[in-house]
């Protein structure tokens, strides 16, 4: 565990700009007490109230994950007798070996980091838990929560594993979670870490100036599909108020929900591989797979086509209590309003693309075979570059945001909660993708601070609504208020909210061409 005894010289110095800020005082957890630290040294662009941010970093919602605990459900942190100043973000939960940035890799990683400007424990502000995306950590500047809490709001991020250590399914595994836990399946313990995450901030967020009654989860990419089954699970039933799904959620029957963010095996598979990636470690029994060293999950150790990237979520009717079409029509066990969407430049859609016609044609035809010649006449067959590699992302932009929309019907059908679908086409500058995947979370959390990017008036004035949206959703669950431009519930009218480069309703085109196709796919997730 990563504790230290107070330093507060650091801190006095602030006393005089926010005497009733939060980190001029020892909070106390369930586990022990905490100090932190003002979040902003000086006056930066965007944020109106820096010198009343608090952030803590690295404070643990769980016990290491090593030896005994590798491949268990996380489980309850110790309590701490000293204080902790906490200043420094916890380390990496590891996937592969080395270092991230200036964060080591350990199995003792499950820490979470808060930002707010609450002066009193008991300001009761609505709290917002973000899931990061693949490849990242806790800690990344893209996520730093400074400026949602300027806004209001109490910002958490937090660790969760991945790679083999994250997700590895075994029968050794499965019997033990069968007579600890009553399931017979394993794997899915970053989905548990993950819903571990949401109970340590629910029961210790009040002391931080939070309200347990109003949290609102939200990610993107990976980290969406962490919120999406969050939402989805009877584990954490009640514990939250809203979801927001960023590039996200789709139909169930859309085949990129095999390979995308929000893909999940069977357990059979997932029993199977991992069977197969324990006889290559030569581990012969549970004792002697905890035991290995950190070292032997790199994916240098790993079968061939068996590595720390081929783990992934599983169906396990615990973790993932059913299959995303029945969890629509049957009722999430977190019935709460939703906030999803995508952004333009995003799955299979490339900004910049220039491909020939013939390129165009065989990948239609790969695609959507028997209806090849349907989408082919919806979208135009040009022959120039640029006409076709233009119709070419079309579709892929299209494919996402109608999706999405049919996905918000689904919804509909078992709950009265209302969604909110956006489509996302802003460039960020100094950068050659477009709105690429990830390019509104700067706007999003309102930090364009903590990113090195040639911001302009523009992008600040972007930041500035699209993070008003997001503020207003986590506060009411409804993102308009204020002189922002009205974003309708989406229901039966076809049109998603433009956000970005232009503000307000935006028609979706060729929806029933894509009902119909989804409708003769026979896969359904």
């Known amino acids: 565990m990563f504790l230290a005894t107070a330093r507060l010289g650091g801190i006095v110095a602030f006393a005089s700009l926010a005497k009733g800020a939060l980190y001029n005082q020892v909070i106390s957890t369930k586990y022990g007490d905490v100090q932190g630290y003002p979040a902003f040294n000086g006056s930066t662009q965007g944020i109106d109230n820096w010198q009343d941010i608090t952030v803590w970093k690295g404070i643990p919602y769980a016990a290491s994950t090593a030896v005994s605990n590798r491949f268990k459900p996380p489980q309850p942190v110790s309590a701490w007798n000293t204080t902790m ?12 070996l080395g270092e991230v940035g200036d964060h080591t890799l350990s199995e003792d990683c499950l820490s979470l980091n808060i930002w707010t400007a609450a002066n009193s424990t008991d300001a009761k502000l609505p709290v917002a838990i973000w899931s990061y995306p693949a490849g990242s950590t806790s800690g990344d500047a893209l996520f730093d929560g400074g400026g949602m809490a300027d806004k209001g709001v109490v910002h958490v991020t937090y660790n969760y594993r991945n790679g083999a250590l994250g997700w590895l399914a075994h029968p050794w595994l499965s019997a033990e979670m069968s007579a600890s836990y009553g399931t017979n399946s394993s794997g899915n313990w970053a989905v548990l870490d993950q819903q571990a995450a949401v109970k340590w901030i629910h029961e210790n967020i009040a002391a931080f100036g939070g309200d347990p009654d109003q949290i609102t989860v939200m990610g993107q ?11 989805n699970s009877p584990l954490v039933k009640g514990l939250i108020k809203g979801a927001i799904i960023q590039s996200g959620v789709r139909y169930p029957k859309d085949p990129l ?23 290559g470690l030569n581990a012969t029994s549970l004792e002697e797979l905890r035991a290995l060293p950190l070292s032997a999950f790199g994916t240098t150790a790993s079968p061939p086509g068996q590595g720390n990237d081929s783990f992934g979520a599983v169906l396990d009717h615990y973790a993932l209590p059913t299959t995303y079409m029945e969890s629509l029509l049957q009722g999430a066990a977190n019935d709460v309003p939703i906030m999803t969407g995508n952004t ?5 859609a490339s900004y910049g693309l220039n491909i020939s016609a013939s390129t165009y044609l065989s990948d239609l035809n790969t695609t959507y075979e028997s209806w090849a010649n349907d989408f082919l006449a919806a979208y135009g067959g040009a022959n120039s570059s640029a006409a076709v590699s233009a119709a070419y992302n079309a579709q892929w932009s299209d494919r996402s945001a109608v999706g999405t929309w049919l996905w918000s019907q689904l919804w509909a059908t078992s709950s009265q909660q209302p969604v909110y679908n956006y489509f996302w086409d802003h460039a960020p500058p100094g950068q050659t993708q477009g709105a690429y995947h990830e390019s509104e979370i700067n706007y999003v959390l309102n930090n364009l601070y903590g990113t090195d990017l040639p911001w302009t008036a523009d992008d600040y004035a972007i930041a500035e609504k699209m993070n008003a949206y997001w503020v207003n959703f986590i506060k009411t669950g409804d993102p308009n208020g204020g002189n922002l431009t009205r974003w309708e519930q989406t229901g039966a ?29 026979t896969t359904v997730y």
């Open 221 to 231: 990419s990976a980290g969406s599909a962490a919120t999406y089954h969050i939402v």
């Open 257 to 279: 929900c095999s390979s995308l963010a929000e893909n999940y095996g069977t357990l059979d598979a997932a029993l199977a591989k991992g069977s197969s990636y324990v006889s």
């Open 344 to 348: 333009k430049d995003e799955s299979g």
């Open 85 to 96: 100043y906490a200043k420094d973000f916890g380390p990496v939960c590891p996937a592969t």
């Open 493 to 521: 009218e076809q049109i998603v909210q433009r956000v970005g480069n232009g503000w307000g309703a935006m028609p979706l085109t060729h929806v029933e061409l894509f009902e119909e196709w989804f409708g003769n796919l």
